[in-house]
């Protein structure tokens, strides 16, 4: 611990090099962004809006419930196993998505693609937060953040380009062989551990935060229930990924049914994540100056105007500004939701903490894959955008009414006993 300081300026370069790791985390997700859902349909003859829409469920549960785990064992273990674990799982994802006969195979690859998410997306997230101690927690996941999605934008419109030159399998999951072997390098070999920042800064700040350690069980039921910030914040993010979920399979879907070329389905698949990520350079660094409440609920909002806009919309025009209103509400809420977990958990179990809000967070990649699947075989693509759109509006509301701001008061108080801050 003697060597431990907080602050970005004092952990720079190790900051950046878990900004890198975690643009490849992100990249890994968008390699099927734009084109899985054409070869469920082109390949495997899937008629049906809910079996196209699987894959996304069955990311979306495992990747939800390694995020609870990734949490646990990162707080027991240390972060730097967590994380080289969860590139070996994802190791012979790129392979099954190339070469996979069936659609049960796929299926196999976006599980093991959820559980390697789950444990690399989590524990960078848990370092950078380590890393940058109270002042600056808003720009620490900005900036993690921005890597991941932006990552997931360039990816998704590289394999919609490859595709259109060369065809959906398989080149263009050759880029995943890369992004594994230099994520699983970088991280085996030049990351290092983050827990002695962890044991400072509860030394620097346990009075003000810290009562009795929970149990894991009270841990979940206060950030799920019982913490209206924690548990404001847990749906918030269910119903964030609920509508990305749909945004995934739905979307390329609603382009494809408008007319839409491939490769301008790959544009506007990049389009959303692109202005999601680069957006989060500033959201996250703006909710440490204005607190994080009104970021959320605002945020939220705009994603439901962003939605309704890809609704009504008819040509890549539309298409594209409704994209683009999702991508700003969406960067908006993203950071800013894992910078509220940041201040309101003390850090012996912040990670834990983390771990049970991704863990709903990311059950709502399944809930809207098989909402919006559901509803658009019963009453169409439309529809289901729509549904997700009112859902969207609702939960900014819930946050609104219930929610309270988290950032000042930890803050203000850290800074008046002279904390070490960037």
Same mark, same amino acid.
């Given at each position: 611990?003697?060597?431990?300081?907080?602050? $970005?300026?004092?952990? $720079?370069?190790?900051?950046?090099?878990?900004?890198?790791?975690?643009?490849?985390?992100?990249?890994?997700?968008?390699?099927?962004?734009?084109?899985?859902?054409?070869?469920?349909?082109?390949?495997?003859?899937?008629?049906?809006?809910?079996?196209?829409?699987?894959?996304?469920?069955?990311?979306?549960?495992?990747?939800?419930?390694?995020?609870? *785990?990734?949490?646990?064992?990162?707080?027991?273990?240390?972060?730097?196993?967590?994380?080289?674990?969860?590139?070996?799982?994802?190791?012979?994802?790129?392979?099954?998505?190339?070469?996979?006969?069936?659609?049960?195979?796929?299926?196999?690859?976006?599980?093991? $693609?959820?559980?390697?998410?789950?444990?690399?997306?989590?524990?960078?997230?848990?370092?950078?937060? +380590?890393?940058?101690? &109270?002042? #600056? #927690?808003?720009?620490?996941?900005?900036?993690?953040?921005?890597?991941?999605? *932006?990552?997931?934008?360039?990816?998704?419109?590289?394999?919609?380009?490859?595709?259109?030159?060369?065809?959906?399998?398989?080149?263009?999951? @050759?880029?995943?062989?890369?992004?594994?072997?230099?994520?699983?390098?970088?991280?085996? *070999?030049?990351?290092?551990?983050?827990?002695?920042?962890?044991?400072?800064?509860?030394?620097?700040?346990?009075?003000?935060?810290? /009562?009795?350690?929970?149990?894991?069980?009270?841990?979940?039921?206060?950030?799920?229930?019982?913490?209206?910030?924690?548990?404001?914040?847990?749906?918030? /993010?269910?119903?964030?990924?609920?509508?990305?979920?749909?945004?995934?399979?739905?979307?390329?879907?609603? *382009?494809?049914?408008?007319?839409?070329?491939?490769?301008?389905?790959?544009?506007?698949?990049?389009? @959303? &994540?692109?202005?999601?990520?680069?957006?989060?350079?500033?959201?996250?660094?703006?909710?440490?100056?204005?607190?994080? %409440?009104?970021?959320?609920?605002?945020?939220?909002?705009?994603?439901?105007?962003?939605? /309704?806009?890809?609704? #009504?919309?008819?040509?890549?025009?539309?298409?594209?500004?409704?994209?683009?209103?999702?991508?700003?509400?969406?960067?908006?809420?993203?950071?800013?939701?894992?910078?509220?977990?940041?201040?309101?958990?003390?850090?012996?179990?912040?990670?834990?903490?983390?771990?049970? @809000?991704? $863990?709903?967070? +990311?059950?709502? @990649?399944?809930?809207?894959?098989?909402?919006?699947?559901?509803?658009?075989?019963?009453?169409?693509?439309?529809?289901?955008?729509?549904?997700?759109?009112?859902?969207?509006?609702?939960?900014?509301?819930?946050?609104?009414?219930?929610? %309270?701001?988290?950032?000042?008061?930890?803050? +203000?108080?850290?800074?008046?006993?002279?904390?070490?801050?960037?």
């Amino acid at each position: 611990m003697a060597g431990a300081q907080l602050g $970005l300026a004092r952990n $720079l370069p190790q900051f950046l090099l878990l900004v890198v790791v975690n643009a490849f985390v992100g990249a890994m997700v968008g390699m099927e962004r734009s084109i899985l859902p054409a070869i469920a349909e082109g390949e495997f003859h899937l008629a049906a809006r809910s079996a196209v829409l699987s894959f996304i469920a069955v990311f979306g549960v495992t990747k939800a419930l390694t995020n609870y *785990f990734a949490g646990r064992w990162s707080d027991r273990f240390g972060r730097k196993p967590v994380l080289v674990a969860g590139w070996l799982v994802a190791a012979p994802v790129p392979f099954l998505l190339m070469w996979a006969p069936s659609w049960a195979w796929i299926l196999v690859a976006n599980a093991l $693609l959820g559980v390697s998410q789950g444990l690399t997306w989590s524990t960078t997230v848990i370092m950078k937060i +380590d890393l940058a101690g &109270p002042a #600056r #927690r808003g720009l620490a996941m900005g900036l993690n953040e921005f890597a991941g999605y *932006f990552a997931v934008a360039l990816s998704a419109l590289a394999t919609g380009f490859v595709a259109t030159q060369y065809g959906p399998r398989p080149e263009p999951f @050759y880029l995943g062989v890369g992004f594994v072997a230099i994520g699983l390098l970088l991280s085996a *070999f030049i990351v290092r551990e983050t827990r002695e920042h962890v044991t400072l800064e509860s030394r620097l700040t346990g009075e003000l935060l810290a /009562g009795d350690a929970p149990t894991a069980r009270q841990v979940f039921l206060r950030t799920s229930l019982f913490d209206p910030n924690l548990s404001s914040v847990s749906q918030a /993010g269910l119903v964030n990924n609920l509508n990305d979920g749909m945004a995934w399979g739905l979307f390329p879907l609603l *382009f494809g049914a408008a007319g839409l070329t491939l490769d301008q389905i790959g544009v506007l698949a990049a389009t @959303y &994540p692109a202005v999601w990520g680069l957006g989060q350079l500033f959201t996250g660094a703006w909710s440490d100056r204005i607190g994080r %409440k009104w970021l959320i609920v605002v945020g939220m909002w705009v994603q439901a105007v962003g939605i /309704g806009v890809v609704a #009504r919309s008819n040509e890549f025009i539309g298409f594209a500004i409704g994209a683009v209103s999702l991508g700003v509400g969406t960067a908006m809420v993203y950071p800013t939701l894992l910078a509220a977990i940041g201040d309101v958990a003390h850090p012996t179990w912040r990670a834990s903490s983390v771990g049970v @809000y991704r $863990l709903w967070r +990311d059950l709502g @990649y399944a809930v809207g894959a098989l909402l919006a699947g559901f509803v658009a075989d019963a009453f169409g693509l439309r529809t289901a955008t729509w549904t997700v759109a009112a859902l969207t509006l609702v939960s900014g509301t819930v946050a609104a009414l219930r929610m %309270k701001e988290t950032r000042s008061a930890i803050v +203000d108080a850290q800074d008046g006993r002279g904390a070490p801050q960037s």
